[in-house]
């Protein structure tokens, strides 16, 4: 079992950065593929990046590749996003998921989201 818990998220100017965290609990954090998703309320959730266990492997969205950094800390169960040059699309709730699988296609862990807002 992981439990997820996201932190960082906040209200930002158009340019902006943010860093996101998600610390699980769990001795197997470290072998989970660990991602990153948001959702604007109507909508639905949309993948943002992911990260493989060993961080070998990371992934984006189209929408924010080259603006966004996915990276991990095994040894403090954390899961981190840097959000930088940040537009007022970007705003969203932001959740982590984790899964066993190297290329998930239903993730089996989520955390409760934290709220990013982008002014402009």
């Known amino acids: 079992q992981v439990q997820l818990v996201e932190s960082g998220g906040g209200l930002v100017q158009a340019g902006g950065s943010l860093r996101l965290s998600c610390a699980a609990s769990g001795r197997t954090f470290s072998t989970h593929t660990m991602g990153w998703f948001r959702q604007v309320p109507g909508k639905e959730r949309e993948f943002v990046a992911r990260?493989?266990?060993?961080?070998?492997?990371?992934t984006y969205a189209d929408s924010v590749r080259g603006r966004f950094t996915i990276s991990r800390d095994n040894a403090k169960n954390t899961v981190y996003l840097q959000l930088n040059s940040l537009k007022p699309e970007d705003t969203a709730v932001y959740f982590c998921?984790?899964?066993?699988?190297?290329?998930?296609?239903?993730?089996?862990?989520w955390g409760q989201g934290t709220q990013v807002t982008v002014s402009s």
């Open positions: 990260i493989t266990w060993n961080s070998y492997i990371t």
């Open positions: 998921a984790a899964d066993r699988a190297v290329v998930p296609s239903a993730w089996s862990y």
